[in-house]
């Protein structure tokens, strides 16, 4: 299709934004941006783990722009392999229809945000968004008495089960 022009998100609250469109017969460009983030931080550190340069739009806000090769599939259709510090994010179609193959989790995508200097490795920070069915994680997490989490061990738990935490508890628990 040669007028392909469709958008995505790395994250479920749809704040990093990802823009496709067609430029040529075997390319597409992208914009990936954070239009409710004014500081700067999350799209800065996002650039920085996935070891890309950012670049200032029309408004003054720092995106991230770049172009993506045409491949075959197996099926020979033509299909874009969005790709973000070596991770396949989405496969994008002629048609417009994206397939996300990973995602930003909520408390990483906070923990960029709120701070300049976010260390955590591109591996804990961008996370497939499917699992096996059988490991599913189906109750929550909770404790009692004398067996409570230190915040860093919420934060590690929350990282790698991909758990949400409400902005009420990050600030309760004085994260930085």
Known sequence: MENLSSKFYLDKEKDIIVKIFKTSEDEVTYILETPNHNTGNLI???????????????????????????????????????????????????????????QIPAITKTLMSQTKHYNLP?????????????????????????????????IALGISRQIRYPLYYIKKLNLK
């Open 44 to 102: 800065t550190n996002l650039a920085r783990i996935c070891n890309v340069e950012t670049v200032k739009n029309e408004n003054d806000m720092k995106i991230i722009k770049g172009v993506i090769p045409a491949s075959i599939n197996g099926d020979n259709e033509i299909v874009y392999i969005f790709r973000l510090g070596g991770f396949k994010i989405a496969n994008i179609f002629e048609n417009g229809k994206v397939e996300i193959k990973a």
């Open 122 to 154: 591109i591996e804990k920070t961008i996370v497939k968004s499917y699992i096996l069915k059988k490991s599913k994680f189906r109750t929550d997490l909770h404790t009692h008495m004398n067996a409570n989490l230190t915040p860093d061990c919420l």
